[in-house]
């Protein structure tokens, strides 16, 4: 049940007897928070500042942080697209400033401003290239980076760039600075609508070393991140059963109806116990390195199987109806179809096998 009150506005959310979700697992309060926030941006970078405290969690009580990823997801994925890389990016700068406090008490790790909101914009693509330059120990960005969600939006980023031909490194941005500048490219998803992303151009824009080159990508937590978005996809696919769910108890169900449910309930199972056993070894020390890798990539894997299985058994057993008179219900599942192409399906399976063939002793 609710085993570890999450944080909404600063203060511990109250314990549901009966939290909402197809498993008994999720906090509704922030359910109810992601649900009230929707598609409203302002109301989710609300929501992400009020759940700050939560980035704290992740290696520490990492159950606490995958639940509420998850239960966002469960009220809402627009909500649950802006809260997930602010807490991402907080974790991030808490692990750099750990880190250069272990290696190199001097390092100036970047402190998160109060009330400053954040992206996570670390893709690469053809013809889109980052360049840091340092001159008299300050650095610089240039060049474009692609896929930056809500850049228009947020306040600040943690941003990879290069460094030489061969390494990169992250720095955080204010995106307020006037070097930054939003490239207007077309935006026509069904899916994840207010959520835009687009790329953006940096000339001489000002930045702030988070690690040293390469630790953004070797770092443990590059791998727990990833897991923290599986978690979103399983929250969305609960929400989905209970749908499936309530319509069986509204009348009689046939054999059909109650297979669609069977199959739902255990991809769903399964995947949550692949989450609790993530956090586990997670916070046990015991997801570093190429083992916190394969885990990243298995519980993935395991949490987007479920999304397919959860979409397709979710329309045959509720037919069109819902996709057309049930606004809630339909952006559910045209967010969840987008969201979920994050993760690379065959390729992501064939890179486990080669993690196996080559660990295997």
Do not use: N
């Not at 314990?15 to 922030?30: I, Q």
């Not at 704290?56 to 809402?76: C, H, I, Q, Y």
């Not at 649950?80 to 750099?96: F, N, T």
């Not at 070393?209 to 923290?228: H, N, S, T």
């Amino acid at each position: 049940m609710a085993e570890f009150p999450c944080v909404v506005d600063g203060a511990p959310a109250p314990v549901a007897t009966a939290p909402p979700g197809f498993l008994g697992w999720s906090d509704d309060a922030l359910v109810t928070a992601a649900r009230t926030a929707g598609t409203d941006i302002d109301a989710g970078l609300a929501l992400a500042r009020s759940l700050a405290p939560v980035a704290d969690r992740l290696g520490r009580s990492t159950w606490t942080w995958m639940r509420t990823l998850a239960s966002l997801g469960a009220g809402d994925l627009t909500a649950a697209r802006v809260v997930e890389p602010h807490l991402d990016a907080l974790a991030i700068l808490a692990q750099a400033a750990a880190h250069d406090r272990a290696t190199d008490a001097s390092w100036p790790s970047p402190v998160p401003p109060p009330d400053s909101t954040w992206g996570v914009y670390a893709a690469h693509a053809p013809g889109h290239r980052l360049e840091a330059a340092v001159s008299g120990g300050e650095w610089t960005l240039t060049g474009t980076k692609p896929w930056c969600s809500l850049a228009d939006r947020v306040s600040h980023a943690v941003v990879t760039a290069h460094v030489d031909d061969h390494r990169r490194q992250a720095f955080a941005v204010d995106l307020s600075d006037p070097g930054v500048r939003v490239v207007e490219e077309p935006w026509v998803a069904r899916g994840l609508a207010d959520v835009r992303s687009t790329a953006i151009a940096l000339e001489s824009v000002p930045a702030a070393r988070v690690g040293p080159p390469q630790w953004y990508l070797e770092r443990p937590g590059f791998a727990w991140g990833g897991i923290g978005v599986a978690a979103v996809w399983f929250g969305a696919s609960c929400a989905l059963g209970q749908s499936v769910m309530d319509s069986a108890r509204r009348r009689e169900p046939d054999q059909l109806a109650l297979t669609h449910l069977g199959r739902i309930d255990a991809a769903l199972h399964a995947t949550l116990l692949a989450l609790r056993e993530a956090a586990r070894l997670i916070d046990e020390g015991a997801a570093e390195g190429r083992a916190g890798e394969l885990l990243a990539a298995r519980v993935r894997s395991r949490s987007a199987m479920t999304v397919e299985l959860v979409l397709a058994e979710t329309g045959q057993a509720l037919g069109p109806a819902p996709l057309t008179s049930d606004e809630e219900h339909a952006r559910r599942v045209a967010d969840l179809t987008v969201y979920v192409r994050q993760h690379h399906g065959e390729r992501d399976l064939a890179r486990i096998g080669a993690q196996l063939l080559e660990d295997a002793p």
